[in-house]
């Protein structure tokens, strides 16, 4: 058991850490501790999570009665051209859907009801991968994606077996076409080089023998679930680490977690996630220790690990580059921008590399310093430009796509921004965007705090605790900081930018 | 506003070789704070260094209607609508020609500036676009799942110490899988002017009034980490946006100041490499530039549209060839052109063709051994309907790292491929 930080070393820093890592930088919406809470209020308030999902959230076209019947209909007798016609119609709705549950999760993250679970949920879809470039689906995608949501910190052995039976990952990994005669072997390589030990720790021989206790898995092609074709599956006797057994899938994933090497590559890939690169081996090993007695299961390990004194060291505050998607949830922060335009946002992610349900290769993320290219902190900043100033959404890389300010934007802008959208839409078919900047109390302390203050304040504001004071030193130091201005707006406008275009703010 | 260049041309002069700042500016921008970044540029990088241009032809491209095999019945059996007329084919010997439209490459071919190489693939082909792509771009077996790219594996093998940036450069909007690296992915840049800080905010990180930013005063506000590893990720987030703002400034003074040297038809790859012409032509140190052109995925009414690609294909090299001869930097320029597939031999019901296997590759530019490679797929020994490979693509790669890019190639490709004598 890591030793677990004492009340006396707990206050504003360590919050806003535990905050800025078991989620998108704030607290849970709902019944969040108080000043005088413990490091276990908060950690227990995070993990104390809904188990399945409420079918009020999910977006209306998952819920159509006829969903897959509407999605199947049979074109082939149609003439050529008509026949051409609705398959490019169902192409345009498979993207449609897509795009759709990208913007649900991108809400979810930022608004954070339950920011650990969705930033568990992230974890695990740079885990077990399924990417849109093959899966076209978008219910198999909001399938899998709740499948990690509400599994997610349960069982990892239940979690397993079950995304092998997940349709996106049947057809991300080929399981659909995997049949007793000709087992395919993509599922059962990634199973175990990617989703359970890591290279080096199986042999061709495991793989072979896997792919055959996997075969028999189907899913239609838009069915919600995948069903076992009795006479594709392969129930053969096999081999695998030296166990013989007529195995299926939960035998493979239940042989796999006997070996240790599997509760250290987990643990270890959760504490990268959340805390930093390259633990102590003690580190892994009391997390790897904690996950085999408690049967596998995840809760207790991000407990162990949320708590635990290493969490809070040096090496871990503010040290973390942020992904797109975390430096987007605190750039919304700083703008208070309720709700985000999330079709706008889940742009932005595309463009900063990493579009959600669409991972570059079965890897997942890099993560860390692969976020950061000269290109990308252009893009940063030039989207960060973008936001907190509003103009042509072109010039960030966002193209001439934005045709519609979404409605809730709308209904927060003055009236003379409305009109100004207006006469932009009678001219041409794009528009640019309104500045996001939406942050009432921050205009509020800006005009009371003096001038000492100010600076202070905006630190505190867009990086949420103190800074390298070598960081501080520079932008004390910045020329194009406005903190004398009269024009309240038009300063935060050019000092927020400046401070989010800082290297400081790329960390968290 | 203070400006990045302001700063730059303050501040630089007197700072000793081997300082610690981005090795962008090192490497290519010595000369920074003179009025012309050119000599600076020009004379640090050298005109010797052979660079590699990856012209991507997306979609899968119908190989059998580029390099047409006029000469095999069974090419005008299976293709009743779509085969080409052997009288119209531009012929390269019997046994086939390019497509009428590829005039400017068949151009390339006679004056010996091209080499067609054919049936070109690999094993256990894949015929989804996505994965196709992934496996020539990761230069995998294709039973692998490989992540990194065969260009990314070159960038990290050849850059000791602190990336630089300016190494690979790809025109788009997104940096290709194959640039993928563990240490840093290249430039991508749709245009130069997406390659820039919004109306001129560059952000001022380090503080100051300019003036009197010395090497020391530099090193105090977090610019003193070793160049080899930045030791904290703060370090390297300050190195790499002084990568950003420095390079960007280089990219849009080279773009500015080089013009290309002859006119280039009005399409996009024709624009894309046109920009490649000014990079080169200017000075930017980078070796490997990526283009794209896409659209090739024909699997109805193919004709139309086939022709219009196979022109901007063939007028857009055909200019950057001209361009890069009248620069003075056509010797050391080699454009490799690949498609993730070839297409089926026969045509569909719909005037189309549906995904297949092997298909042609092309490299063009002055140092290319002109010809022919590669047997020719016989029409006739098929494998469920498609074209059998003769060429393993990593046999090209080989070729081009080897004997054109100076480099070992089973660094990155992980075992010996034969090479192809085109280099």
């Known amino acids: 058991m890591l030793k677990p930080i ?3 070393q707990w206050g504003d820093v360590q919050v806003a850490h535990l905050l800025n890592r078991a989620g998108f930088g704030q607290a849970p919406t709902q019944g969040a501790p108080d000043a005088k809470a413990t490091p276990e209020d908060w950690v227990d308030r995070l993990l104390d999570v809904p188990a399945e999902a409420d079918p009020a959230d999910a977006p209306d076209w998952v819920a159509e009665t006829n969903y897959s019947e509407k999605m199947m209909r049979n074109f082939r007798d149609l003439p050529e051209k008509e026949r051409r016609d609705k398959l490019r119609e169902m192409q345009r709705m498979n993207r449609q859907h897509v795009s759709s549950v990208r913007e649900w999760w991108l809400d979810r993250m930022l608004k954070s009801e339950e920011p650990l679970q969705e930033k568990l949920t992230l974890f695990w879809h740079g885990h077990f991968v399924s990417s849109s470039q093959k899966v076209k689906v978008g219910k198999h995608h909001w399938i899998q994606n709740n499948l990690l949501r509400y599994q997610g910190m349960g069982s990892f052995r239940d979690l397993t077996v079950a995304i092998g039976r997940d349709p996106a990952m049947l057809y991300y990994l080929d399981g659909v076409r995997s049949k007793k005669s000709a087992p395919n072997e993509n599922y059962a390589r990634e199973l175990m080089e990617l989703f359970t030990l890591g290279e080096g720790h199986y042999t061709e021989d495991d793989i072979k023998e896997a792919a055959r206790a996997f075969t028999g898995y189907k899913a239609g092609r838009y069915a919600d679930k995948s069903t ?4 594709q599956f392969d129930a053969g006797e096999k081999t695998f680490f030296g166990q013989t057994g007529n195995f299926d899938d939960e035998d493979i994933v239940d042989i796999i977690l006997k070996e240790e090497q599997a509760s250290k590559y987990i643990t270890q890939k959760l504490w990268e996630y959340f805390a930093y690169a390259n633990p102590e081996p003690q580190i892994v090993d009391s997390l790897a220790a904690t996950f085999r007695d408690n049967d596998f299961q995840i809760k207790p390990v991000l407990r162990e690990m949320f708590l635990s004194q290493q969490f809070y060291s040096k090496k871990a505050v503010r040290t973390q580059i942020k992904s797109p998607v975390m430096w987007l949830a605190s750039l919304s922060r700083v703008l208070d921008l309720d709700p985000f335009p999330t079709r706008i946002g889940t742009r932005v992610l595309d463009q900063l590399g990493q579009e959600l349900l669409n991972p570059p290769s079965v890897k997942g993320w890099d993560g860390g310093r692969a976020w950061v290219s000269t290109t990308t902190l252009i893009m940063r900043n030039n989207l960060a430009h973008l936001l907190i100033n509003g103009g042509n959404p072109g010039k960030a890389g966002l193209g001439g796509r934005i045709r519609e300010i979404p409605q809730d934007v709308m209904d927060s802008m003055s009236d003379q921004e409305k009109q100004r959208i207006a006469n932009m839409k009678k001219r041409s078919k794009s528009v640019n965007i309104p500045s996001f900047l939406r942050n009432e109390s921050l205009v509020a302390g800006w005009q009371q705090a003096s001038a000492k203050e100010k600076l202070p304040l905006l630190v505190k504001t867009v990086y949420q605790g103190p800074i390298n004071p070598a960081s501080y030193t520079s932008l004390e130091n910045n ?3 406005m903190l004398t201005s009269s024009d ?11 401070l989010v275009a800082h290297p400081e703010f790329q960390l968290t | 506003m203070k400006t990045r260049r302001e700063f730059l041309r303050n501040s630089l002069t007197g700072v000793a070789a081997g300082w610690t700042l981005p090795t962008f500016l090192h490497n290519t921008a010595v000369g920074m704070e003179q009025k012309n970044i050119a000599a600076g540029v020009q004379a640090s990088t050298g005109r010797d260094n052979p660079i590699t241009v990856v012209l991507q032809l997306g979609g899968g491209n119908d190989g059998l209607n580029t390099v047409v095999p006029f000469a095999q019945d069974a090419y005008y059996e299976n293709r009743p609508r779509l085969a ?7 012929k390269v010997n019997d046994e ?12 390339l071919f006679d004056t010996g500036d091209a080499a067609i190489i054919n049936g070109v693939g690999y094993p256990n082909p894949n015929r989804s676009h996505f994965r196709s792509m992934e496996i020539w771009h990761t230069a995998t077996d294709s039973d692998v799942n490989g992540h990194h790219g065969w260009l990314g594996r070159y960038f990290d093998n050849t850059c000791t110490g602190t990336p630089d940036p300016s190494t690979g450069i790809s025109i788009g909007s997104a940096p290709p899988q194959a640039f993928m690296g563990t240490k840093q992915i290249g430039i991508s840049m749709k245009n130069p002017q997406s390659y820039q800080f919004i109306d001129g905010h560059e952000p001022m990180m380090m503080g100051g009034d300019g003036e009197d930013m010395s090497g020391d005063s530099i090193g105090q506000l977090g610019f003193n980490a070793p160049a080899e590893d930045p030791s904290t990720n703060l370090d390297f987030l300050k190195r790499t946006t002084m990568d950003a703002e420095i390079s960007s400034d280089v990219v849009l003074d080279v773009t500015k100041r080089q013009k290309n040297a002859v006119d280039y038809p009005g399409t996009r790859l024709a624009r894309d490499l046109a920009l490649v012409a000014q990079l080169i032509a200017g000075g930017m140190p980078t070796r490997v530039y990526y283009v794209n052109l896409g659209g090739f995925d024909t699997h109805a009414n193919q004709t139309g549209t086939h022709t219009r690609l196979m ?21 050391r320029v080699m454009v490799m052109s690949f498609s993730e597939f070839g297409r089926r031999v026969q045509e569909n019901a719909s005037g189309g063709t549906d995904h297949g296997v092997a298909g042609p590759m092309f490299l063009f530019g002055g140092g290319v051994k002109a010809g022919t490679y590669g047997k020719y797929p016989s029409l006739l ?6 074209l059998k490979h003769n060429v393993d693509f990593r046999s090209v790669y080989a070729t081009v790292l080897d004997n054109w890019m100076n480099y070992d190639s089973q660094r990155v490709l992980k075992r010996k491929f034969p090479h192809l004598a085109f280099a």
């Open chain 1, 6 to 8: 004492p009340l006396s």
């Open chain 1, 228 to 231: 076992l074709v009795a006479r």
């Open chain 1, 479 to 481: 020329p194009n900081l």
């Open chain 1, 488 to 498: 309240p707006e038009a300063a935060l406008k050019q000092n927020i930018y400046e």
């Open chain 2, 84 to 90: 080409l007329k052997a009288g119209e084919v531009l």
């Open chain 2, 96 to 107: 086939f020609g390019l497509n009428p439209n590829l005039k400017g490459i068949k151009e």
């Open chain 2, 311 to 331: 022109t901007e294909f063939s007028g857009a090299v055909s200019a950057f060839c001209k361009d890069l001869k009248a620069l003075g930097h056509y010797d």
């Open chain 2, 381 to 386: 020994d098929l494998h469920k309907g498609d």
